[in-house]
Nanobody, 115 residues
């Protein structure tokens, strides 16, 4: 099992930036893909971005060009740099870690973008 702790959320104005971090512990050597998801009030959780152990990244169209996922394998940490934030980015952001056997989730961090 992998334990995940997110940090870096907060309140920011439209156009601002935040960097989220997600630190993994436990069976980190088994992790292949790590990802960020978000869930806005009254909506389903949606995928935001993912990064493989080799550093290959993918981003949802809604955040492409504004958000960047990255990973530091030595620190067992994945990051989400969020620029040009919009009110519709307001959500609880979750990271996950995928192994061959299971997917583990963090507790989430709130991001609020004011207009």
């Amino acid at each position: 099992q992998v334990q995940l702790v997110e940090s870096g959320g907060g309140l920011v104005q439209t156009g601002g930036s935040l960097r989220l971090s997600c630190a993994a512990s436990g069976r980190t050597s088994s992790i292949n893909v790590m990802g960020w998801y978000r869930q806005a009030p009254g909506k389903q959780r949606e995928w935001v971005a993912s990064v493989s152990s080799a550093g290959n990244t993918n981003h949802a169209d809604s955040v492409k060009g504004r958000f960047t996922i990255s990973r530091d394998n030595a620190k067992n940490t994945v990051y989400l740099q969020m620029n040009s934030l919009k009110p519709e980015d307001t959500a609880v952001y979750y990271c996950n870690a995928n192994t061959l056997w299971r997917t583990d989730w963090g507790q989430g961090t709130q991001v609020t973008v004011s207009s």
